[in-house]
């Protein structure tokens, strides 16, 4: 029997089956029920909720809980997002697993804080100077709210880097049945088997990630933000550098196919092909639906991208909508992948979803190119 | 959408129809269908609007937003305004007498919910009683399986009150003689 559950409660709950221990945040709309139920549930089960002053030093907390050995977790929104950037940063360079829910509003800047957003899609990807990669994921429903915070707490270990989790407002705050696994796979750290005299934080073979020690072990090691060598400690020279950035990009990059969930609905050989994510998939299924000629590529995982599998998909289409909740983000990824076609796309920005209909009169109105 | 019961309930923040809209769908839930339910609010905690969306199916439910309401429910002018554009004539409007206007569109159902519930001492659970009085257009739900809602719900005082606010507001309906 599912019980009715809210896309924030379903996170939290997420969270802490997947065994969070450390949550450090500062409450913003529409994220602020994961706040509100990690207070009340963590201390109780010997874990710790810190209110912090502020998103920077939420971000900072939770890298140091992390390299102590805690499954960690904050939660915000886009104004609080844009502020953790900085320290993301930092746990992308110094590999440091962290979950990062990121309940997407409508913006620029505090926006309307109540109402729904996709602009924050390229943020998440590049939203740090440097080229620093991680993986974000988008779900589109409150089952896949659990599901997917489950999931990012074990690619955060598997893959030693910070995951996003960015559900918009609508998931957020939507109340579906939600049906409870007995018990989830929970994620395991990799702990060095050498000597700690032998230990090398940042030293694995290429494509492999390295196992991270705990503070407070015997394993004393040196973390910066800055360029470092195998030994955690700051170097310069170019070729620490070229490595070590190939190596950011590599791990995540190399094993896309390991990551990146792509969701597909529809016939075999889809002539329109309907690329869309959160709340916005689920409009564009609804759209589609009895439509013999048209499929709908869902994006489960935003970053790194499934490219392989979605030029796969395009193969058959004669034309690519992308509809989303902002004036134009992962359309020109879709651009840059889909090349024999024409891809649209189909845009609102005014803090309200897109409707079945609007998806359904686009595929209508593109006339030619459609059928 | 084909074969879904879609409700819309609006008033003002701190009213509870977001409240309603959850033990709508947990009662729905309870009964097997597939549920969803949805808010609207502004950034003010009380005052302003306030509403949700309940969308009640058979089968999985692709869009959980209402687009083609089925029923409506209003406890303030400004959800009249916002919820009541472009019903279809049969689309019952159950809506609170007291508000000075009439739905635009639908099928008005016009009931003295806040003024029953100030005299029969209930004033914080007229959400409650407006959820009664809709359960007579829901066939997905009935009063019982509502009531189940409001125990699993609430404890102590507010469960005794919302119980009787809930079959209050279902024989509101049911007296109630429109003209």
Same mark, same amino acid.
């Given at each position: 029997?599912?019980?009715?559950?809210?896309?924030?409660?379903?996170i939290?709950?997420?969270?802490l089956?997947?065994?969070?221990?450390?949550?450090?945040?500062?409450?913003? +709309?529409?994220?602020?029920?994961?706040?509100?139920?990690?207070a009340?549930?963590?201390?109780?089960?010997?874990?710790?909720?810190?209110?912090?002053?502020?998103?920077?030093?939420?971000?900072?907390?939770?890298i140091?809980?992390?390299?102590?050995?805690?499954?960690?977790?904050?939660? &915000?929104?886009?104004?609080?997002?844009?502020?953790?950037?900085?320290?993301?940063g930092? =746990?992308?360079m110094?590999?440091?697993?962290?979950?990062?829910?990121?309940?997407?509003?409508?913006?620029?800047? &505090?926006?309307?804080?109540?109402?729904?957003?996709?602009?924050?899609?390229?943020?998440?990807?590049?939203?740090?100077?440097?080229?620093a990669?991680?993986?974000?994921?988008?779900?589109?429903?409150?089952?896949?709210?659990?599901?997917? +915070?489950?999931?990012? #707490?074990?690619?955060?270990?598997? #893959?030693?880097?910070?995951?996003?989790?960015?559900?918009?407002?609508?998931?957020?705050?939507?109340?579906?049945?939600?049906?409870?696994?007995?018990?989830?796979?929970?994620?395991?750290?990799s702990?060095?088997?050498?000597?700690?005299?032998?230990?090398?934080? #940042?030293?694995?073979?290429?494509?492999?990630i390295?196992?991270?020690?705990?503070?407070?072990?015997?394993?004393?090691?040196?973390?910066?933000?800055?360029?470092?060598?195998e030994?955690?400690?700051?170097?310069?020279?170019?070729?620490?550098?070229?490595?070590?950035?190939?190596?950011?990009?590599?791990?995540?990059?190399?094993?896309?196919?390991?990551?990146?969930?792509?969701?597909?609905?529809?016939?075999?050989?889809?002539?329109?092909?309907?690329?869309?994510?959160?709340?916005t998939?689920?409009?564009?299924?609804? =759209?589609?639906?009895?439509?013999?000629?048209?499929?709908?590529?869902?994006l489960?995982?935003? %970053?790194?991208?499934?490219?392989?599998?979605?030029?796969?998909?395009a193969?058959?289409?004669?034309?690519?909508?992308?509809?989303?909740?902002?004036?134009?983000?992962?359309?020109?990824?879709?651009?840059?992948?889909?090349?024999?076609?024409?891809?649209?796309?189909?845009?609102?920005?005014?803090g309200e979803?897109?409707?079945?209909?609007?998806?359904?009169r686009?595929?209508?109105?593109?006339?030619?190119?459609?059928? | 959408?084909?074969?879904?019961?879609?409700?819309?309930?609006?008033? =003002?923040?701190?009213?509870?129809?977001?409240?309603?809209?959850?033990?709508?769908?947990?009662?729905?839930?309870?009964?097997?269908?597939?549920?969803?339910?949805?808010?609207?609010?502004?950034?003010?905690?009380?005052?302003? #609007?306030?509403?949700?969306?309940?969308?009640?199916?058979?089968?999985?439910v692709?869009?959980?937003?209402? &687009?083609?309401?089925?029923?409506?429910?209003?406890?303030?002018?400004?959800?009249?305004?916002?919820?009541?554009?472009?019903l279809?004539?049969?689309v019952?409007?159950?809506?609170?007498?007291?508000?000075?206007?009439?739905?635009?569109?639908?099928?008005?159902?016009?009931?003295?919910?806040?003024?029953?519930a100030?005299t029969?001492?209930?004033?914080?659970?007229?959400?409650?009683?407006?959820?009664?009085?809709?359960?007579?257009?829901?066939?997905?739900?009935?009063?019982?399986?509502?009531?189940?809602?409001?125990?699993?719900?609430?404890?102590g005082? %507010?469960?005794?009150?919302?119980?009787?606010?809930?079959?209050?507001? %279902?024989?509101?309906?049911?007296c109630?003689?429109?003209?």
């Amino acid at each position: 029997m599912p019980i009715l559950m809210q896309g924030n409660a379903a996170i939290a709950e997420g969270a802490l089956r997947a065994g969070v221990s450390f949550y450090a945040g500062y409450p913003i +709309t529409p994220s602020s029920e994961v706040a509100e139920i990690m207070a009340r549930r963590l201390p109780g089960q010997g874990g710790i909720y810190l209110q912090m002053e502020d998103e920077l030093a939420s971000m900072a907390a939770i890298i140091g809980a992390s390299l102590a050995g805690a499954r960690s977790l904050t939660a &915000t929104s886009g104004p609080g997002f844009s502020l953790m950037q900085e320290n993301l940063g930092m =746990a992308v360079m110094a590999e440091v697993p962290c979950v990062i829910v990121n309940v997407q509003r409508s913006g620029p800047s &505090t926006g309307l804080a109540t109402r729904p957003g996709q602009g924050d899609i390229m943020q998440a990807r590049w939203g740090r100077h440097g080229d620093a990669p991680i993986i974000a994921l988008c779900p589109s429903s409150v089952q896949d709210c659990f599901d997917q +915070t489950v999931r990012a #707490f074990i690619l955060a270990e598997k #893959f030693r880097c910070p995951v996003v989790l960015m559900p918009d407002q609508v998931v957020a705050h939507l109340s579906e049945g939600l049906e409870l696994p007995g018990e989830v796979t929970r994620s395991e750290r990799s702990r060095p088997t050498c000597s700690p005299a032998e230990y090398q934080p #940042f030293a694995a073979p290429p494509g492999e990630i390295p196992p991270l020690a705990e503070y407070g072990s015997p394993y004393v090691f040196h973390v910066t933000s800055s360029m470092h060598d195998e030994t955690g400690f700051s170097r310069s020279d170019p070729e620490t550098a070229r490595k070590k950035n190939l190596h950011l990009h590599r791990k995540l990059h190399d094993r896309v196919e390991d990551i990146a969930e792509v969701r597909y609905y529809g016939p075999d050989r889809p002539g329109v092909l309907v690329v869309a994510y959160g709340i916005t998939a689920r409009a564009a299924r609804a =759209a589609v639906q009895g439509d013999e000629d048209a499929g709908v590529l869902e994006l489960a995982t935003l %970053w790194p991208l499934h490219e392989r599998r979605l030029a796969e998909v395009a193969g058959s289409a004669r034309l690519v909508l992308v509809p989303e909740m902002n004036l134009g983000q992962m359309v020109h990824e879709m651009r840059r992948i889909v090349r024999h076609c024409p891809v649209h796309g189909l845009h609102r920005a005014d803090g309200e979803p897109i409707e079945p209909e609007e998806i359904a009169r686009a595929i209508r109105d593109s006339g030619g190119e459609a059928r | 959408m084909n074969g879904e019961t879609q409700v819309l309930l609006g008033g =003002a923040g701190g009213q509870g129809l977001v409240l309603s809209g959850v033990l709508l769908a947990q009662a729905a839930l309870a009964r097997g269908y597939h549920v969803a339910q949805s808010q609207q609010y502004g950034i003010a905690s009380r005052g302003g #609007f306030s509403g949700a969306g309940v969308v009640i199916s058979r089968e999985p439910v692709l869009y959980p937003l209402v &687009t083609e309401p089925s029923a409506v429910v209003c406890l303030s002018a400004e959800a009249l305004d916002r919820y009541c554009r472009g019903l279809a004539p049969h689309v019952p409007v159950v809506y609170d007498c007291g508000l000075g206007k009439t739905p635009a569109t639908g099928r008005g159902r016009p009931l003295p919910i806040l003024q029953e519930a100030r005299t029969r001492g209930l004033p914080e659970s007229a959400n409650v009683m407006a959820l009664g009085a809709l359960a007579r257009y829901l066939p997905a739900v009935d009063v019982d399986s509502l009531a189940m809602a409001v125990q699993a719900r609430f404890g102590g005082q %507010w469960r005794q009150a919302n119980l009787l606010a809930l079959r209050a507001g %279902w024989e509101l309906e049911d007296c109630h003689e429109y003209d």
